[in-house]
């Protein structure tokens, strides 16, 4: 059996975060792995010259961050509850 490459391991650490993203309760937990899921699968689209998969997570990164950006600029706008 062959060592993993970085390549690889890039790979499969961005299905784990997106697995992992999946099984969140919490949006904002949600969007961040999401994110951080969508951001090493554009990294691995792109080392194995795979465009459409780096394309299409790119694009879904940056949904990601509107939302979050959305959500945060949401919450620090609302008045304070007591």
Do not use: H, Q
Request: one cysteine or more.
């Amino acid at each position: 059996m062959e060592a993993l490459n970085i390549v690889e391991l890039i790979g499969y650490s961005a299905s784990v975060m997106v697995a992992i993203s999946l099984m969140m309760k919490d949006i904002v937990k949600l969007r961040s792995l999401n994110f951080i899921g969508c951001a090493l699968f554009s990294a691995y689209g792109v080392a194995i010259e795979a465009w459409p998969v780096a394309g299409m997570n790119a694009f879904i990164a940056c949904i990601n961050v509107y939302y979050l950006v959305k959500m945060y600029r949401a919450k620090t706008l609302a008045p304070a509850e007591a």
